[in-house]
């Protein structure tokens, strides 16, 4: 054999084992997840990366074992009241069983298929056994979306991990609304029970207010009640303080009480421009004279008769005796 022959020969051997390298030696990623098949069945379950071995004849599938995350379309379900709403929810899965998986729904399209016939079911009976305020609701003690949805994902993680090697993450529900048509209907008898809900917060406030009022009324009468029977007795005793102080007074100087209690009622009656014509034995005239006016007894003497009064007094006696 010559030397081209041995090259030729060399070159063709080279090729071969190239040839079925490529075919029997394959990589598998961190990501991933790898099925070897012969002939369409399942021989081998791969979980770790690295360099694997196969036969020629045999295949490689491989699958994502990283989370998906399936939003199925918005669906129409009935409450317990018959109330019919639309939901939207979504699914969060990955692969856990990856021979189940091929055998079953083989790739993603298939397992979001059989994951969103598992989710209407769930959802549907779920919903179906809950009022509406289970989810729509402004009282926080009725709202049990968190309890129902907890429901739902148990049953869909039993079934697709039972059936088709699916580990469910979890299911959110992202939105609930009505149906379009009816709409105008429910929301008109949301207004109507709410408007029935506010009356009786109205009426029971204002039952409430009367109480309170009626309370207030009577703790007033009674303070009121009780500050005028104080202030007549300080009164009293006051008055009482009052005539004793002013008959202290009187019983030590009483022409000087007298002069004072002139001067004041001279003050109480006759105001600034004001012209009076007193006659001239008056008390209060008398002040206007000198201190000889009231004598060392205290009573006041007369005050010294002028011509005109002599006069005066003269006529009166006159006509008092014709």
């Not at 020629?56 to 379900?77: G, I, N």
Request: hydrophobic share 40%; proline share 5%; with cysteine.
């Amino acid at each position: 054999m010559t030397k081209r022959h041995w090259r030729l020969t060399f070159a063709a051997g080279a090729a071969a084992v190239v040839l079925c390298g490529s075919q029997c030696l394959f990589t598998v990623d961190a990501a991933q997840y790898a099925v070897v098949t012969e002939f369409g069945k399942p021989v081998q379950v791969i979980t770790e990366p690295g360099l694997r071995f196969k036969a020629p004849y045999q295949s490689v599938h491989t699958f994502d074992r990283r989370l998906f995350t399936y939003r199925p379309p918005a669906t129409e379900f009935l409450s317990l009241e018959k109330t019919p709403i639309v939901a939207s929810s979504t699914i969060i899965w990955r692969i856990a069983d990856p021979r189940r998986f091929f055998e079953t729904v083989f790739d993603g399209t298939g397992a979001e298929s059989r994951l969103g016939d598992i989710l209407f079911a769930a959802l549907g009976a779920a919903i179906g056994q809950s009022p509406l305020t289970t989810f729509v609701t402004l009282d926080p003690n009725a709202y049990h979306t968190d309890t129902v949805l907890a429901q739902v994902s148990r049953k869909c993680r039993e079934a697709a991990l039972r059936d088709y090697g699916i580990t469910v993450v979890d299911v959110q529900l992202q939105n609930v609304d009505f149906p379009k048509q009816n709409r105008d209907r429910v929301y008109a008898r949301m207004r109507s029970e709410r408007g029935g809900i506010s009356m009786r917060y109205r009426s029971e406030g204002e039952e409430a207010g009367l109480n309170i009022r009626a309370v207030s009324e009577e703790e007033k009468s009674r303070i009121l009640a009780r500050a005028i029977e104080t202030s007549q007795r300080y009164r009293g005793e006051g008055e009482s303080e009052a005539a004793r102080i002013y008959a202290d007074a009187l019983s030590a100087d009483p022409p000087f009480y007298r002069f004072l209690r002139t001067m004041e009622a001279s003050r109480a009656f006759i105001q600034k421009g004001t012209t009076i014509v007193l006659p001239a034995d008056s008390e209060l005239f008398g002040v206007l004279f000198d201190s000889d006016y009231y004598n060392h007894a205290g009573a006041p003497r007369s005050a010294p008769k002028s011509a005109a009064w002599n006069g005066i007094h003269a006529r009166q006696e006159e006509n008092a005796h014709p």
